[in-house]
Structures are given as structure tokens and as C-alpha cells.
């Protein structure tokens, strides 16, 4: 009987390992191109991430076959399987290569919103991308072409008998082994229960992390359903400061603090102009992106808001709304405001985002009137030319004014001009030499700003959107990859200085209010980085959440903590403290569920009143 069933159902069956071996292979795939961020590596835990992860592909495998069988009852014909089953084998394999490629520089899986960011036109060709990674494009292709050959050796005719046996196949696979007969099916977050990063990264299934993101917008989690918001923002006022300063905000595309001399000399800076900077700068060496993406950055810096969801906030309906901005509040007191980016104008939803809260002029590709020599064929416009324009425009405004400037070249695939071509050092990773050009082209802006007659009464804000490919492990981990350089440049109107307390991008908001003397009638999510109270700030990606506070980074799902490190005496969070300290992991918990039901309530409609 055992072998009646086997050959009566041997397409069926066949068909379900082959879409689990796909996934086998991608996850190794995913191993190989990420290979660093598993040092040293450990038997016990990569075993787990792959067991966990054949959990996870079941269920994917299980809806697609078992539907594209059950489908073909009503053809008839294997070939339409074949065509059905090589398309989502195909689709599968391309979207789990990008992916491997994808978290070696953001640290982070492809999400439902990556299909939102190439709707803007950033005229970058796929041969780019197949130039600079030939060898993952032709495993893609050898991948694809053997299990459409396979595929095509399954043509069995289903018959009636046999729908009987799919739909118990399927009944046992995804609700046995896949969810594991819960109440609630199991899906990406039930992993962070057994593994700790990086593995949880490695056991994730892209496809299905694809459509959790896309089915799970920005919702409360239950741990945070029923607390009240209880909001915290500190102000400094600083009496010495009149009302009317202009503020410039430079936001460097993948600076991530290893980059930099924040880098606790753990490997050559990158950043020369950037360092001497902090000489005259007060400076902030515990500082964090609010996300990964260059869209997270964008509503952290100037609304305050962070990314505590799948979704981020510039995706989610609710961004149609305005929110309290810098832009906003700076607009009451007459300030006008300008925003610089060298991309397609539709590049992230930028321009709408920022108009929508209160932008008065936004300067991108559409505007720039630098000639063609400044455009570098990819994105959009050279740093260096980005900057003098930006430095032309600024300086024809009325003061007061306030400025977003967002650099672009330090993005794949890190365009060099000709003229500045082997001028920075190359470093190690591809876009070491476009920092440096970067870094460059930020101290001939500077330069010339001193120039302008607007240079004494103006307040410069320097950080980064996010961090990007690290060589240091520290800068790997769920905490350290949030690291960015953060620092003040005002050497007419502030005393340099050092901060070392714990802040993010988030904080930037409140604390230009504070400088500004300005007063709000409601609360914000971030706090005044220079009140010097202590702040933590908090992560979520991969289905966890994390904070950081000081040295201490907790890290928990929707109902447990699961890891506590400490940062300074461990810096690649290897030895988990979660039983040695439940204190200081009871007192994390507490205020990162406070925090995540703040953004909760902040972000809903009518909660920014």
C-alpha cells in the first residue's frame, strides 16, 4: 500500500522536496554570502537555524504546492503545474539571492517594502548589480534552469483518487510540522525563541518574510496593548541662544560609525574631514539610527519617529496625515525650510513625505542646474555638486532658514568622479572610497559656507541615515549595527564638548526645539541630547525588539525577553545575561514596552493633537 501511495502520488511529493531542497540551497546560499557574520562558527546553532528554518519553509511550500496541485484538477494537464510551480521556483531563487546580497550591507532581510522603493526611478541598470555580482547571477541562473529541468521530468496526470492525499499531505505538514498544532500558526517571530543573532537571520524564509511584512503593517503588539503613554521629553533651554538661528541638517548616506573615529580605534578611519570636525563639534559617541533604510531616517530625524514595525511610517497610510515636525513648529516662527537630495525626485516618497509636513522647498534631481558633469549615471547627483548646490541655493534665502541636506554617493554602487578617482583610500570594502569622497565633499561644503555672511548664525546637525557593510563584528550585532556618527557643528554658538549618554535620530527634533527656546503643547518620542538626562532608544527588525540604554542592550519578541548583553565588556554580545541579571533585564523590559506603546499611540490618528 506504502508503495501504491508513493507511485500514485510520486509528482506531488516530489514536487514538495524539490521546493524545500530550493529553499535548503538558498539558505546556504544566504550562509555563504554572509559567511563573516557567523565567526566563529558554532555546529549546534546552525544546525537549530536550519531545522528552524525548514519549519518556517514548510509552510510556503505546503500553500504553494499543495494549491498548485489541487489547482490542476481542473487541467488536466502537468504541464500547467510545470509552468505554475517553475515560476514560483524561479521567482524564489532570485528573491532569496537578492536577499543574501541585501543583509551582507543592511543587516536586515527584504521586506514587503522594497517593492515600494523601486517605484521611483533611480536609473540604475540590473547590469550594474549583474556586473558587480556575476557569480551570484549565474548560481541564480544554474539554480533556476535544474529545477525547471527537474520540474519537467514530474508529469504525471493528478486524478481524483489523489486529491484525497494532497489535502492530507497538506493538513499534516503545515499544521504539524509547520505549526506545530498551536492555537496561533507559527510564523518568523517564534524563531527568536530558540536562536540568537545572527542565526535567527539565517533561518529566515524570504518569501515568507515577504508577506508577513506585507500582511503585518504597523500594528501594537500585544505586550504593549492596555499601557497608558507616559512620555518623558526633557528640554534644556539655553537662555544664551536667541530664536532666530538657521539649523542645517546633513544626513550621509551609509556612514556608519566603524567608518569613523567613533570607532573605538578598532580600524582605520575613513573620514579624516569628519574627525577634525569633532574637535570644534559637540560630539555624541553613543548614537543610533532609528532604522536601516534611508526611508526610516527621513520621519526619525524630522517628525521624531522612529521605525518600531514591519512597515515603515513613510509606507504607512497614516504618513498621509501631517505630523509635528521641525519643519512645522520652525515654520511658526518664520523660518523657511529646504530639503536636498540628489535622486529622482519620487526617490522614497522623500518630496511628499516632507511637503506633506511642512516643507517649503524641496531641491532634487528635477532642480539641480549643474550641468551633466555632475550626474553620476546611477542615482543622481555627485555628492560634491549636490553640495555646492545646496550652498547656493541656502545662501539666496531669507534667515531664518532650515535646511535638510541628504548626500547620495555612498550608495551602491558607489559612483566615483573621474576627477576624484584614486584619490581616497580604497580600503577593504567597495564603499570605503566613496566615504572618503563623501567625507570630502562635506569639507569643501563647509568651506564654503564659512564664506557666506549666514556661516556665524548657523547651527549644523551631522549624522547618517543608517550603517552599511561592516569588517568589524561588533558593528554586526542587533545593537551595533544601528551605530552612526552623531555630532553638533556650531563653533560660534556652541562650547565643543563630549556626550557620551545613549541617543538617536529621533532626539534631533526636540533638541532643536530646545536650542530654539521653543516650547510645545505636546509630547515627543525623543528627548533633548543635550539636557544630558539618560535615554534609550529602541530597534525592531528580524521580529524582535531591543533596547539599548548605556552599555546594556536587551533583546525580546512580542512576549519574552530573550537576550541581555553588556555591550562594553562584551561588544559582540556573545555571553547572554538574561539569568544573571533579571533585574536590570526587568527594568530594560518595562521601559522598552513603555516606549513601544508610546510610538503606538503617538503615530494613530488624533494622537497628535
Known amino acids: 500500500m506504502v508503495r501504491k501511495f508513493l507511485q500514485s502520488n510520486k509528482a506531488f511529493l516530489l514536487s514538495i522536496l524539490f521546493v524545500l531542497g530550493l529553499f535548503f540551497c538558498l539558505r546556504a546560499i544566504f550562509l555563504f554570502a554572509n559567511f563573516s557574520a557567523f565567526q566563529p562558527i558554532s555546529v549546534s546553532p546552525l544546525f537549530s537555524s536550519f531545522f528552524y528554518g525548514f519549519r518556517l519553509d514548510i509552510i510556503p511550500t505546503t500553500y504553494v504546492t499543495c494549491g498548485v496541485f489541487l489547482l490542476t484538477f481542473f487541467f488536466k494537464k502537468p504541464r500547467i503545474r510545470i509552468l505554475l510551480l517553475s515560476v514560483f521556483g524561479i521567482t524564489t531563487a532570485l528573491l532569496g539571492i537578492i536577499d543574501a546580497l541585501y543583509f551582507s550591507i543592511l543587516k536586515n532581510h527584504l521586506s514587503a517594502d522594497i517593492f515600494w522603493q523601486l517605484k521611483g526611478d533611480n536609473n540604475i541598470s540590473p547590469m550594474v548589480y549583474i556586473q558587480d555580482y556575476w557569480p551570484f547571477f549565474i548560481l541564480f541562473v544554474a539554480i533556476s534552469v535544474t529545477f525547471v529541468l527537474i520540474l519537467r521530468r514530474i508529469n504525471q496526470v493528478t486524478n481524483a483518487t489523489q486529491k484525497f492525499w494532497h489535502l492530507a499531505i497538506f493538513i499534516l505538514c503545515f499544521f504539524g510540522l509547520a505549526r506545530g498544532f498551536q492555537k496561533k500558526p507559527y510564523r518568523s517571530a517564534n524563531v527568536g525563541q530558540y536562536l540568537a543573532e545572527p542565526y535567527l537571520s539565517l533561518a529566515m524564509n524570504t518569501p515568507l518574510y515577504l508577506l508577513e511584512t506585507y500582511q503585518n503593517p504597523i500594528n501594537i503588539p500585544d505586550f504593549a496593548k492596555g499601557i497608558a503613554p507616559k512620555y518623558d521629553f526633557s528640554q534644556t533651554l539655553i537662555d544664551t541662544l536667541p530664536i532666530n538661528y538657521n539649523y542645517v541638517i546633513i544626513i550621509l548616506e551609509s556612514f556608519g ?353
Open 257 to 609: 560609525k566603524e567608518y569613523t573615529a567613533f570607532n573605538h580605534n578598532w580600524i582605520t578611519s575613513y573620514t579624516p574631514n569628519l574627525d577634525k570636525l569633532m574637535d570644534s563639534s559637540v560630539c555624541f559617541t553613543n548614537a543610533y539610527a532609528n532604522g536601516l533604510k534611508s526611508m526610516d531616517a527621513v520621519p526619525a530625524i524630522f517628525c521624531g519617529i522612529p521605525r518600531l514595525s514591519n512597515s515603515p511610517f513613510i509606507n504607512s497610510p497614516l504618513s498621509a496625515k501631517p505630523a509635528n515636525s521641525i519643519l512645522q513648529e520652525l515654520k511658526k516662527q518664520g523660518y523657511t525650510s529646504l530639503f536636498f537630495h540628489g535622486a529622482d525626485n519620487n526617490s522614497m516618497g522623500f518630496q511628499t513625505f516632507l511637503t506633506t509636513n511642512g516643507l517649503d522647498f524641496y531641491f532634487g534631481k528635477d532642480e539641480y542646474d549643474g550641468g551633466k558633469s555632475g550626474i553620476d549615471g546611477f542615482w543622481g547627483i555627485y555628492d560634491h555638486a549636490m553640495f555646492d548646490f545646496a550652498q547656493r541655493q541656502i545662501s539666496v534665502q531669507k534667515e531664518p532658514f532650515i535646511a535638510g541636506i541628504f548626500t547620495l554617493t555612498s550608495h551602491h554602487p558607489y559612483p566615483i568622479p573621474d576627477q576624484f578617482k584614486n584619490t581616497f583610500p580604497k580600503g577593504n570594502l567597495d564603499i570605503h572610497e566613496s566615504i572618503g569622497y563623501t567625507d570630502f565633499a562635506l569639507r569643501s561644503f563647509l568651506d564654503s559656507c564659512k564664506k557666506q555672511p549666514w556661516f556665524d548664525r548657523t547651527i549644523f546637525i551631522i549624522t547618517a541615515d543608517h550603517s552599511a557593510e561592516n569588517t568589524v563584528h561588533a558593528f554586526r550585532t542587533f545593537s551595533g549595527k544601528y551605530e552612526i556618527p552623531m555630532l553638533i557643528y556650531a563653533p560660534k554658538i556652541l562650547t565643543p564638548k563630549v556626550i557620551d549618554q545613549t541617543v538617536s535620530q529621533i532626539d534631533i527634533f526636540p533638541t532643536v526645539l530646545s536650542m530654539n527656546n521653543r516650547s510645545v503643547g505636546y509630547n515627543l518620542l525623543g528627548n533633548d541630547m543635550l539636557s544630558m538626562s539618560e535615554r534609550p532608544v529602541c530597534h525592531y527588525d528580524n521580529q524582535l525588539y531591543s533596547i539599548t540604554l548605556g552599555n546594556w542592550n536587551l533583546l525580546m519578541n512580542d512576549a519574552k525577553p530573550l537576550f541581555l548583553y553588556d555591550r562594553k565588556n562584551d561588544p559582540n554580545c556573545v555571553v547572554n545575561l538574561l539569568n544573571e541579571y533579571p533585574e536590570k533585564a526587568k527594568e530594560l523590559e518595562e521601559m522598552l514596552k513603555q516606549k513601544v506603546a508610546n510610538y503606538h499611540h503617538y503615530i494613530k490618528p488624533n494622537a497628535l493633537q
